[in-house]
């Protein structure tokens, strides 16, 4: 079935250091990518999304390109902040197929910690 | 435009009982899904309904089940609690139909303890 691996965490950065939190899915079908991030205490909120291999998705700084030919979908932000800490979520839907109905796959999140 | 409202925030549960949570999605959204969120297992998808239909479940046993109504409001129900029911359920909400998917919204989750 479809799966969605995750760089495992912590990451720990200074603030304003580059970052790169590194996504590969398996799918049969053409999904379509998420990056969802998890502040303490809340639900998820969606950070950027990708629909077809090549678009890049951006939002807030952060960017991630769908990579059809190594299956990645890789979060980059040039300068992180403090209040960029949370927990990041890549996931999928797959669109395509006999199975109807949206359902997202989410790999096991990665935390990332800024220190001022 | 209000979000997604997931009732109540906290519960707790003792082991036997059973439990009713309720997602309002965002006002026109007509999608509502349900996931599990736990420490050992990360998020899994429960089930998904669509005009009132079931239209995909995830692999959970028969204890947990939903429903929608015509308002799209939906809840989901678990009997006979287990502590390993303990999880946050997160509710999210799309405008999309069959077979496509371009975005879905969270809402803030309900924290159910079993003890």
Known sequence: GDSVTQMEGPVTLSEEAFLTINCTYTATGYPSLFWYVQYPGEGLQLLLKATKADDKGSNKGFEATYRKETTSFHLEKGSVQVSDSAVYFCALSDRSGKEYGNKLVFGAGTILRVKS | ?115
Not at chain 2, 3 to 15: E, S, W
Not at chain 2, 36 to 46: A, D, I, M, N, V
Not at chain 2, 84 to 105: I, N, Q, R
């Open chain 2, 1 to 115: 435009k209000a979000g997604v409202t997931q009732t109540p925030r906290y519960l707790i549960k003792t082991r036997g009982q059973q439990v009713t949570l309720s997602c309002s999605p965002i006002s026109g959204h007509r999608s509502v899904s349900w996931y599990q969120q736990t420490p050992g297992q990360g998020l899994q998808f429960l089930f998904e309904y669509f005009s009132e239909t079931q239209r995909n479940k995830g692999n959970f046993p028969g204890r947990f089940s939903g429903r929608q109504f015509s308002n799209s409001r939906s809840e989901m129900n678990v009997s006979t609690l287990e502590l390993g029911d303990s999880a946050l359920y997160l509710c999210a909400s799309s405008s999309t139909g069959v077979g496509k998917a371009y975005g879905y919204t969270f809402g803030s989750g309900t924290r159910l303890t079993v003890v």
